[in-house]
Nanobody, 125 residues
Framework: QVQLVESGGGLVQVGGSLRLSCAAS????????MGWFRQAPGKEREFVAT????????DHADSMRGRCTISRDNAKKKVTLQMNSLKPEDTAVYYC??????????????????WGQGTQVTVSS
C-alpha cells in the first residue's frame, strides 16, 4: 500500500510557474506507475501527466504538453510536476496517484489504485 501527500500548490499569476511535489510512503514505490490528475469545480477529473515506474517513459495531456514535465526520484519516493506558462484554465485541485501496473501510458483515473488528498492550484489573471 502507498500513501501519497501532495504539496506545492498555491496562487500564481498567468504565465507563472509552479512545482508540485508528491511524497510517497509505504512499500515498493518503485513498482508503481505514477500520475497527476486535476479536477476543476463542476468538471470531471482529468489526466495531466504520467510516468512509468523507472521514469523512462512519460506522457502528458495535450492541454499541458510543452508546459509541464513529470519526473520521479525513486530513492526519495517523490514525484514532481513542473508547470510553466500557467493559464486560468489550469486552475484546479491537482492529485497525485499511484498505479500498481506495469507498462506506461496510464491516462485513465480508473487505472490508479491510490490517491493523495490534492493540492489547490489557482491561476489568476
Amino acid at each position: 500500500q502507498v500513501q501519497l501527500v501532495e504539496s506545492g500548490g498555491g496562487l500564481v499569476q498567468v504565465g507563472g510557474s509552479l512545482r508540485l511535489s508528491c511524497a510517497a510512503s509505504g512499500r515498493a514505490f518503485n513498482s508503481y506507475a505514477m500520475g497527476w490528475f486535476r479536477q476543476a469545480p463542476g468538471k470531471e477529473r482529468e489526466f495531466v501527466a504520467t510516468i512509468s515506474w523507472s521514469g523512462g517513459t512519460t506522457d502528458h495531456a495535450d492541454s499541458m504538453r510543452g508546459r509541464c514535465t513529470i519526473s520521479r526520484d525513486n530513492a526519495k519516493k517523490k514525484v514532481t510536476l513542473q508547470m510553466n506558462s500557467l493559464k486560468p484554465e489550469d486552475t484546479a485541485v491537482y492529485y497525485c496517484a499511484a498505479a500498481a501496473r506495469t507498462g506506461s501510458g496510464h491516462v485513465q483515473p480508473e487505472e490508479y489504485d491510490y490517491w493523495g488528498q490534492g493540492t489547490q492550484v489557482t491561476v489568476s489573471s
